[in-house]
């Protein structure tokens, strides 16, 4: 049976904005499965509670990761993004991949080659998360939130932002790897340390319908306890009713303010008064939620007294910091391998440069002969991430001063799309997703995710035909607007690597 064994970075302290390079060194110790193996970057939270809820005691929130942004919408990211550049080494082979701006290529392709579906079902595994389809709540991965019972929701000991090492190298998607013939190997990351941070979600304009923050009357002329509420309708006497659990937004150690209004009014009158969720009750039968509270959030109900217009708000922090304290990598080791003399796979190099705003665009870049196919990306100045540009209008390619294509190549036509489609393939990749879009993780709902305008994708690619010599590619931009500013060049290499 086949182990996974784990080893630390190099680094040992907390990685920072300005401390972002992670080193890992893998010893020669037998064969591994690279596809099946990743990095984690354990990350905890420093959460700093508003002085009046820290009062009452210790609540649990609920963060998700993002992407840090000029744009008030956020984008969602792959996990890749996270490395900034990356390289490749071993002992015996010297350099295998020296990958730079791996975090625009991989976020960028996967945005083509990655169905909205297929991002929906990985999801558990990304540091930021979408809203669901349908109850539109939103959970990120830094606490377990318990929705049913008195057990208390808690923060994990530590979250991982797992990196498969298959969608940083290409080389990694082999099934073995010998690292007793290939020597010590070593791989060293360049962080987007400074691009991370974390946002508290499912605060009170995220809760849907605006009914389920309503609560239903406490029972008049009856003695009873102030510090059970009942999910109601704005009525203020009919309970909500719950098919599932996923419709409800509450769990044991949220943070809630109540407001109410006493029969006697005045001072025992409630205002966003602030309660910890202590149990949440739910009747399969009749569907109703009920929450009970850490602490009596208003004053004892006598008989002939009633609290009325009930209603709770969700609390917010005062404030959140990430921090990413330690970096690991997690093998797969082969215990039974097949044995595998030669590893083909692709990289690529990468030229930046910038279109200074320019409407007509051209520039002559050198080709490695043996490259097969070249990709252009324009990461945003709001991100520099997304490649976005929505002021290109048609673009034309010439290699060794022969035309790639008979006619300019105009934005969003099917000339366009075959191009991709056609490098895509060439690549190894398959087109499968037409939306150009990686998807908000702020927007209003699930039919707004990948709508919004500021994140439409655009690729320019094209294979490229083998020489003897090194070649010139020609690219010519047409844009309006702002015209053709940053601008990324990859162009991809076919290596072998053998013992």
């Given at each position: 049976?086949?182990?996974?064994?784990?080893?630390?970075s190099?680094?040992?302290?907390?990685?920072?904005?300005?401390?972002?390079?992670?080193?890992?060194?893998?010893?020669?110790?037998?064969?591994?499965?690279?596809?099946?193996?990743?990095?984690?970057?354990?990350?905890?939270?420093d959460?700093?509670?508003?002085?009046?809820?820290?009062?009452?005691?210790?609540?649990?929130?609920?963060?998700?990761?993002?992407?840090?942004?000029?744009?008030?919408?956020?984008?969602?990211?792959?996990?890749?993004?996270?490395?900034?550049?990356?390289?490749?080494?071993?002992?015996?082979?010297?350099?295998?991949?020296?990958?730079?701006?791996?975090?625009?290529?991989?976020?960028?392709?996967?945005?083509?080659?990655?169905?909205?579906?297929?991002?929906?079902?990985?999801?558990?595994l990304?540091?930021?998360?979408?809203k669901?389809?349908?109850?539109?709540?939103?959970?990120?991965?830094?606490?377990?939130?318990?929705?049913?019972?008195?057990?208390?929701?808690?923060?994990?000991?530590?979250?991982?932002?797992?990196?498969?090492?298959?969608?940083?190298?290409?080389?990694?998607?082999?099934?073995?790897?010998d690292?007793?013939?290939?020597?010590?190997?070593?791989?060293?990351?360049?962080?987007?340390?400074?691009?991370?941070?974390?946002?508290?979600?499912?605060?009170?304009?995220?809760?849907?319908?605006?009914?389920?923050?309503?609560?239903?009357?406490?029972?008049?002329?009856?003695?009873?306890?102030?510090?059970?509420?009942?999910?109601?309708?704005?009525?203020?006497?009919?309970?909500?009713?719950?098919?599932?659990?996923?419709?409800?937004?509450?769990?044991?150690?949220q943070?809630?303010?109540?407001?109410?209004?006493?029969?006697?009014?005045?001072?025992?009158?409630?205002?966003?008064?602030?309660?910890?969720?202590?149990?949440?009750?739910?009747?399969?039968?009749?569907?109703?939620?009920?929450?009970?509270?850490?602490?009596?959030?208003?004053?004892?109900?006598?008989a002939?007294k009633?609290?009325?217009?009930?209603?709770?708000?969700?609390?917010?922090?005062?404030?959140?910091?990430?921090?990413?304290?330690?970096?690991?990598?997690?093998?797969?080791?082969?215990?039974?391998?097949?044995?595998?003399?030669?590893?083909?796979?692709?990289?690529?190099?990468?030229e930046?440069?910038?279109g200074?705003?320019?409407?007509?665009?051209?520039?002559?870049?050198?080709?490695?002969?043996?490259?097969?196919?070249?990709?252009c990306?324009?990461?945003?100045?709001?991100?520099?991430?997304?490649?976005?540009?929505?002021?290109?209008?048609?673009?034309?390619?010439?290699?060794?001063?022969?035309?790639?294509?008979?006619?300019?190549?105009?934005?969003?036509?099917?000339?366009?799309?075959?191009?991709?489609?056609?490098?895509?393939?060439?690549?190894g990749?398959?087109?499968?997703?037409?939306?150009q879009?990686?998807?908000?993780?702020?927007?209003?709902?699930w039919?707004?995710?990948?709508?919004?305008?500021?994140?439409?994708?655009?690729?320019?690619?094209?294979?490229?035909?083998?020489?003897?010599?090194q070649?010139?590619?020609?690219?010519?931009?047409?844009?309006?607007?702002?015209?053709?500013?940053?601008?990324?060049?990859?162009?991809?290499?076919?290596?072998?690597?053998?013992?």
């Amino acid at each position: 049976m086949d182990q996974y064994v784990k080893y630390q970075s190099v680094q040992g302290g907390a990685f920072t904005s300005s401390q972002n390079l992670v080193d890992f060194r893998i010893p020669m110790s037998g064969v591994y499965d690279l596809r099946d193996s990743f990095i984690n970057l354990n990350c905890t939270l420093d959460v700093t509670d508003k002085a009046a809820q820290a009062a009452v005691g210790t609540a649990i929130y609920d963060f998700n990761g993002e992407w840090v942004s000029a744009d008030a919408e956020k984008l969602h990211f792959q996990n890749v993004a996270c490395v900034k550049n990356a390289v490749l080494d071993c002992a015996k082979q010297g350099r295998i991949e020296n990958l730079r701006r791996c975090d625009i290529l991989r976020q960028n392709l996967a945005t083509y080659t990655k169905t909205q579906m297929e991002d929906v079902d990985e999801s558990y595994l990304d540091f930021a998360q979408f809203k669901a389809p349908i109850s539109r709540q939103q959970y990120g991965q830094f606490a377990q939130l318990n929705k049913l019972g008195t057990n208390k929701s808690r923060y994990n000991t530590q979250t991982q932002i797992p990196i498969r090492l298959s969608d940083v190298f290409e080389f990694c998607r082999v099934r073995e790897y010998d690292t007793d013939k290939a020597g010590e190997t070593h791989i060293h990351l360049e962080l987007n340390r400074d691009k991370l941070q974390v946002r508290q979600v499912m605060k009170d304009a995220d809760i849907h319908p605006a009914a389920v923050k309503q609560m239903i009357d406490t029972p008049a002329g009856v003695a009873t306890s102030n510090n059970l509420l009942v999910v109601g309708a704005s009525s203020g006497t009919t309970p909500l009713k719950f098919t599932d659990l996923n419709q409800s937004p509450y769990y044991v150690g949220q943070m809630l303010l109540v407001t109410a209004t006493h029969t006697d009014g005045g001072a025992d009158d409630r205002a966003d008064a602030p309660a910890i969720v202590n149990s949440v009750t739910w009747d399969k039968d009749t569907g109703s939620l009920s929450l009970t509270f850490e602490q009596a959030w208003g004053v004892p109900i006598v008989a002939g007294k009633a609290y009325t217009a009930i209603s709770v708000k969700i609390g917010e922090v005062d404030s959140v910091a990430l921090n990413v304290d330690t970096a690991e990598i997690v093998l797969r080791r082969v215990n039974n391998p097949e044995g595998v003399g030669q590893i083909n796979y692709n990289t690529y190099s990468t030229e930046e440069t910038n279109g200074n705003g320019q409407t007509t665009f051209q520039n002559l870049f050198t080709i490695e002969p043996e490259a097969t196919n070249i990709m252009c990306m324009f990461p945003d100045s709001a991100d520099g991430l997304l490649s976005v540009n929505n002021d290109i209008t048609s673009w034309r390619l010439r290699l060794n001063n022969e035309d790639l294509t008979d006619r300019d190549v105009s934005r969003k036509s099917p000339l366009a799309y075959d191009r991709l489609a056609m490098t895509l393939n060439s690549m190894g990749e398959g087109l499968s997703n037409l939306v150009q879009n990686p998807g908000e993780t702020t927007a209003a709902n699930w039919g707004a995710t990948f709508t919004q305008t500021a994140f439409d994708n655009i690729l320019i690619g094209n294979p490229l035909f083998q020489t003897q010599q090194q070649k010139l590619l020609q690219l010519n931009i047409n844009s309006g607007g702002t015209g053709v500013k940053k601008l990324v060049l990859y162009k991809q290499l076919p290596r072998v690597f053998s013992y």
